[in-house]
């Protein structure tokens, strides 16, 4: 063979080498893109979700070396405990009373920040404040301000002739408490997701509504609304997951820790603080049993965000 | 833990590198020995125990030991060495164990280093025989050794009984409430003539605590059974503090909220049920009511609340060194000067008879011998069966108190409520 044909044979070999390489980059690429989020995803998602599941059919307990198959009996035992029914209770109270008027005020807030305010960047980046701030210090200073005989609240119903309220005590009356932090914690994040879908709407849908006679509250409602559907259901999805789970803002707001009770009476006991009770609150270290309360919670949060979401969807889509 | 072997290992060079240098000036490094022994105890503690100076005495006496200490809530602590415990990592070198959580851990003694090894069973005569037997597990392990006792007395703001018309000398007021129930009639008298906004005492749990700290059997019989719904002593308890709530003589405060914290610093409760650690407790909410306090002793013979232990757990790697910072911190001299330090009342007989605890006076609560109320109220008290969910049924009872406070539930289905509470724990 010649030199010259020799090297042609050498490209066009290291060239098919390239090709099947860029082929695999091509295929295997993608994969190793979103490996490393799926491996992470496995060890710190998918596992402990596995082993929680498995665990709620064990009578698995912390300070106990040894564990036995228990099969559905956690399960069993969960449907006549009716502290779990109570902590599911609360926790949908707590749930409608703090997201009803955040998503709603948020909505306002959103409104008012898309029209032409005089320092319209300050009010913009002051509603995200208190997402900023730490649970925590929101939880202690709200829990000052609801106390019974010092707080704030209480001093302010004072100045209009109402008598203190014990807003630990109460059932209806710590749920709200919560919820005024909760609510406090997540409008202003809620309305900055509502201000970015509202700036995405053009504006001559507005003009042509306000040709046509449509007053400003009938543009938002049969504008502005329907075109932010998306972001609304988006929303109401992740406050429905955090809001039955929520745990920091009720637990901090007990007086004294004993267990995550919820109060004495465990009038404000959610399921994730009932789920802290069995495992390391007090010395039942029930961890099976805990486990059992997590997946109740986990296909309670997919029961009713699939029923929000059916709902959610019946607002009038702007393709209508 | 591998930070501190790689700095170790630096360490070791340095030194190695130190000898050769000065073998070569033709000096002899005498301290390079010392040097490789290098140990760093961790001591996990709730509160403040008031070591700091005990633990400069000893690092002082052992070259090459260095002692860290980590505070955390009293819930916290505990919660925290359930885990570390059960997982088998994470724990300190010396855990001290509150008596509430001390029979968890003696039904699992494997865990701890039996402290017998390093001559625990010769320090046995020196305490109160029930504070040593409560840390023995299985087998006669000793889990822990102890610091101090509770006991218990009542303290009570002078100037409030004057103005209600009570005596105020502590000895007649222990002849006045021989028992819980006279205790409650000087109540009822008191809240006859109460001055405006003030009751006898502060909150309905406190008082149980109390009377619960001198019952025996308590939750758990002899066998080690729980007794909680059978054992008629606790109803009657409960049936005696309700109805001093109900006479209007509780002032319904949650112990250790901010709201009874205030209740201290405005005198709301004329009267508090005081083991010793509680004097510090009055002392550093409430300064300004310096000498308007006095105590006298309990209703009923003896008392205690509360009290700690110190144990090492099995994961440490410098079992013995701990063992012995252990048996350092509860030796009887640095018992005895903690009781001075923060009114923590020693654990062990002679040490409570000694002069120095005897003679002792507390200048804030009016120069009362609070070193022989107390130390005399330990001394007297009867053991008692303590098993793994004691401080889970204290917690539940309490809430069934605060339940009538509140006004949550009335009496009848409060008690119904702990006693189903009581059964979901066991």
């Known amino acids: 063979m010649s030199e010259a044909v020799e090297q042609a044979v050498r490209v066009r070999r290291a060239g098919a080498t390239r090709r099947r390489l860029h082929r695999l980059d091509a295929v295997v690429s993608p994969y190793l893109y979103v490996g490393s989020f799926f491996v992470v995803f496995c060890a710190f998602g998918l596992f402990p979700l596995g082993y929680t599941a498995w665990m709620s059919l064990t009578d698995r307990n912390l300070l106990n070396p040894t564990t036995h198959f228990v099969g559905l009996d956690n399960y ?51 509603v995200l404040l208190p997402q900023v701030t730490s649970v925590v210090a929101v939880a202690l200073i709200f829990t000052q301000l609801f106390s019974r005989d010092y707080g704030l609240f209480n001093w302010m119903l004072g100045g209009i002739g109402i008598s203190p309220v014990d807003w630990e005590a109460g059932r209806f009356s710590s749920w709200v408490a919560i919820s005024t932090m909760v609510t406090w914690r997540w409008t202003g994040y809620n309305a900055l997701l509502y201000l970015a879908a509202m700036q995405a709407i053009p504006d001559d849908l507005y003009e042509s509504a306000a040709i046509d006679g449509a007053r400003k509250w009938k543009q938002f409602w049969y504008i502005t609304v329907p075109m932010i559907r998306p972001t609304i259901i988006f929303t109401v999805i992740i406050s429905t997951i955090g809001g039955l789970q929520l745990f920091t803002e009720p637990y901090l707001f007990e007086p004294i820790k004993q267990g995550a009770l919820g109060g004495s009476a465990r009038q404000y006991q959610t399921v994730a603080m009932y789920l802290y009770e069995k495992s390391f609150g007090t010395t039942q270290f029930k961890f099976g049993y805990a486990a059992a309360i997590a997946w109740s919670l986990f296909l309670i949060i997919v029961l009713i965000s699939l029923v929000n979401f059916l709902l959610v969807r019946r607002i009038r889509s702007a393709e209508a | 833990m591998k930070w501190i072997q790689t700095g170790r290992r630096w360490k070791a060079l340095a030194v190695v590198g130190g000898v050769t240098a000065a073998v070569a000036v ?22 403040d125990f008031g070591y700091h100076e005990l633990y400069k005495q000893y690092e002082a006496a052992h070259p090459g030991v260095t002692i860290k200490e980590a505070i955390q809530s009293y819930a916290d602590h505990h919660t925290q060495l359930a885990q570390h415990i059960a997982t088998g990592a994470g724990a300190a070198d010396v855990e001290a164990i509150e008596v509430g959580f001390i029979p968890i851990y003696t039904a699992q003694s494997q865990n701890f280093v039996d402290l017998r090894q390093y001559g625990a069973s010769t320090l046995k005569n020196l305490y109160l025989p029930w504070k040593f037997q409560q840390a023995v597990g299985k087998g006669g392990t000793v889990v822990g050794l102890g610091t101090d006792v509770g006991s218990l007395a009542i303290c009570y703001r002078k100037d409030l009984f004057a103005k209600a018309g009570l005596p105020t000398s502590r000895a007649k007021l222990a002849k006045l409430w021989p028992s819980w129930q006279a205790y409650l009639n000087v109540a009822k008298r008191y809240q006859a003539k109460a001055p405006k906004g003030t009751y006898f005492f502060d909150s309905g749990s406190n008082l149980y605590n109390a009377m619960a700290g001198q019952l025996n059997p308590l939750y758990y019989d002899a066998k080690g059974n729980v007794i909680v719904a059978t054992n008629p002593k606790i109803k009657a308890a409960y049936n005696l503090v309700i109805s001093g709530v109900q006479a209007g003589a509780d002032a319904g405060l949650n112990p250790f909220t901010p709201e009874w914290n205030t209740g201290y610093k405005k005198g709301v409760f004329a009267t508090v049920t005081c083991p010793a650690w509680m004097m510090g407790y009055i002392q550093g909410q409430a300064p300004k009511t310096k000498g308007k306090w006095d105590i006298a002793a309990t209703p009923g013979t003896g008392g205690n609340w509360g009290g700690s232990f110190l144990a090492v757990p099995k994961q440490s790697s410098h079992q013995a060194e701990a063992a012995d910072l252990v048996k350092f911190l509860t030796s009887p001299a640095s018992l005895a000067y903690i009781f001075k330090q923060t009114g923590n009342l020693p654990s062990q007989t002679a040490v409570l008879k000694s002069a120095p605890v005897q003679n002792f006076k507390n200048p804030f609560f009016s120069n009362a011998p609070v070193g022989q109320i107390f130390a005399n109220s330990a001394l007297r008290l009867k053991p008692q069966i303590i098993g793994p969910h004691q401080g889970d049924y204290q917690n539940l009872i309490n809430n069934a108190f605060q339940r009538v406070e509140k006004h949550q539930s009335g009496p009848v289905k409060s008690w119904a409520q702990f006693l189903k509470d009581a059964k979901a724990v066991s």
């Open chain 2, 26 to 47: 033709g000096l002899v490094a005498t301290t390079a020995s010392a040097r490789s022994h290098d140990v760093t105890l961790n001591v996990s503690l709730f509160g």
């Open chain 1, 76 to 126: 069993t035992a969960l449907i006549h405990d009716s502290y779990f029914w109570n902590a599911v209770e609360n926790t949908l109270g707590i749930w409608v009373l703090s997201t009803v008027p955040q998503l709603v005020l948020a909505l306002v807030f959103a409104h008012f920040l898309n029209t032409r305010l005089r320092a319209r960047t300050f009010f913009r980046m002051s």
